[in-house]
T-cell receptor, first 112, second 116 residues
């Protein structure tokens, strides 16, 4: 069975702090994709990144970075020097042979 | 390109009624997926359509149904509404062949359904 676990329900940080959002997944598929989405207060989910199961290279995009480790079945997301605009709910998702499975989300609050 | 649009944005219904929600995907996208989002259950997959065919279905009762038209627009219908159906219903479209599972999804703003 496929499963995505985001154990952190809510995280609060002060602006400019670094924060890491954890994502652990389970799947029996050998080919799969992992995703992160952001849902700001406005409600519309926004795609952030996709990573396939054969590509364990970490990725950095501005203040965002992602660490994919197949050995621990994790795909963690780090925001460096957080800003108030980063406040949102972040979802990790897994897709394999069939449908997307989303984690329950982590609500990030960045305080000024 | 215009994004994914969903209508209506807000809906209030009473128990026992039925409701139809509409989704227009991004132009050129042939895969449309529907999700139910609630505070307690998070984002739960309802179904996915590709080229007018239902490809995948989540674990929802038969009261939840959908369809896709030849222009890729999709509708979902919920019959005999229950209080627990109150949720944000999200539609997402994606490009590519076959199932949209491997592609990033582009979400609409959602339809907030309240069942009284």
């Amino acid at each position: 069975a496929q499963k995505v676990t985001q154990a952190q329900t809510e995280i609060s940080v002060v602006e400019k702090e670094d924060v890491t959002l954890d994502c652990v997944y389970e799947t029996r598929d050998t080919t799969y994709y992992l995703f992160w989405y952001k849902q700001p207060p406005s409600g519309e989910l926004v795609f952030l990144i996709r990573r396939n199961s054969f590509d364990e290279q970490n990725e950095i995009s501005g203040r965002y970075s992602w660490n994919f480790q197949k050995s621990t079945s994790s795909f963690n997301f780090t925001i460096t020097a957080s800003q108030v605009v980063d406040s949102a709910v972040y979802f990790c998702a897994l897709s394999g042979t069939y449908k997307y499975i989303f984690g329950t989300g982590t609500r990030l609050k960045v305080l000024a | 390109k215009a994004g994914v649009t969903q209508t209506p944005r807000y809906l209030i219904k009473t128990r026992g009624q039925q409701v139809t929600l509409s989704c227009s995907p991004i132009s050129g996208h042939r895969s449309v997926s529907w999700y139910q989002q609630t505070p307690g259950q998070g984002l739960q997959f309802l179904f996915e359509y590709f080229s007018e065919t239902q490809r995948n279905k989540g674990n929802f009762p038969g009261r939840f149904s959908g369809r896709q038209f030849s222009n890729s627009r999709s509708e979902m219908n919920v019959s005999t509404l229950e209080l627990g159906d109150s949720a944000l219903y999200l539609c997402a479209s994606s490009s590519g062949q076959g199932s949209g599972s491997y592609n990033e999804q582009f979400f609409g703003p959602g339809t907030r359904l309240t069942v009284l």
